[in-house]
């Protein structure tokens, strides 16, 4: 056994596997990381560009939300900076408002129709940050709200074109849930079987070196975590030695 001071090392991870192979290897909270920094980005640009256009058009509560969130993006884009040791709550962090806000403006009175192609790619990111179980209950309930609010605006109107209008953005919508929900099944099918042949040993199904190296961290994290001891116990079989 080796005390809980040599485990704390990075020795073992070194001499298994690279630090970035193994990060590869254990999740894809790096990708998903660099996703929410881009549409962080991409959420103050946007804020701050139709906040003015709120702004010129006398939308004023639509331009106060969109720069509150906007700033909102940059404290959390300075969050994640570095590496976040829970990224999935600072991903509902951010995406909870940021939906809230977008149906904030659908809903707002005198908000333009086009406003609604927005929430169509609720879905898409939803799938990218949160992956298929909650990506699909967070796009179920934030494109619900959306269609019940367009439905409620469009048919308020009068329009004799109205079943048309809503028939269109909802089988849109559906469509793009639906291809972003097969796509992410795939994806993770994929990362199953990828996972599986670079952790395990295909003849024995028994965790070959990174695989051991990807427990070792696991459990480390888990040891430093709760306060316990870790040790590490190595047994050599080898039958097939010559006397």
């Known amino acids: 056994m080796i005390p809980r001071r040599a485990a704390d090392d990075d020795t073992f991870r070194t001499a298994s596997l690279g630090k970035g192979d193994l990060t590869l290897l254990s999740s894809s909270a790096p990708h998903r990381r660099i996703v929410l920094r881009a549409l962080l980005w991409l959420t103050i640009g946007c804020g701050v560009f ?25 404290m959390l884009l300075y969050v994640t900076r570095e590496r976040v040791l829970d990224l999935n709550r600072w991903i509902l962090a951010y995406l909870i408002p940021f939906c809230t806000t977008m149906m ?10 086009t406003v609604f192609v927005w929430p169509i790619l609720i879905p898409v990111i ?20 959306a269609l ?36 992410e ?12 042949l670079a952790l395990r040993d ?14 070792f961290q696991r459990q480390r994290a888990q040891a430093r975590r709760y306060g ?16």
């Open 202 to 215: 295909p003849l024995t199904g028994q965790c070959n070196r990174a695989g051991m190296a990807e427990a």
């Open 126 to 145: 939803s799938y990218l940050l949160l992956g298929r179980r909650t990506g699909f209950w967070f796009t179920t309930i934030f494109l619900s709200i």
């Open 104 to 113: 904030f403006a659908c809903w707002y009175r005198r908000a333009e129709p």
């Open 50 to 74: 139709f906040a003015c256009v709120n702004t010129t058009v006398g939308n004023y509560p639509v331009a106060v939300a969109e720069i509150a969130m906007a700033g909102y993006a940059c």
């Open 148 to 183: 019940a609010i367009f439905g409620f605006k469009i048919t308020e109107t009068g329009d004799l074109y109205a079943v048309a209008a809503i028939a269109n953005v909802v089988l849109c919508a559906a469509c793009i849930f639906g291809l972003s929900h097969a796509y």
């Open 228 to 243: 316990t001891p870790l040790a590490i116990v190595l047994i050599d079989l080898d039958l097939q030695t010559g006397q």
């Open 185 to 196: 099944v795939t994806r993770e099918q994929a990362e199953d079987r990828l996972r599986a």
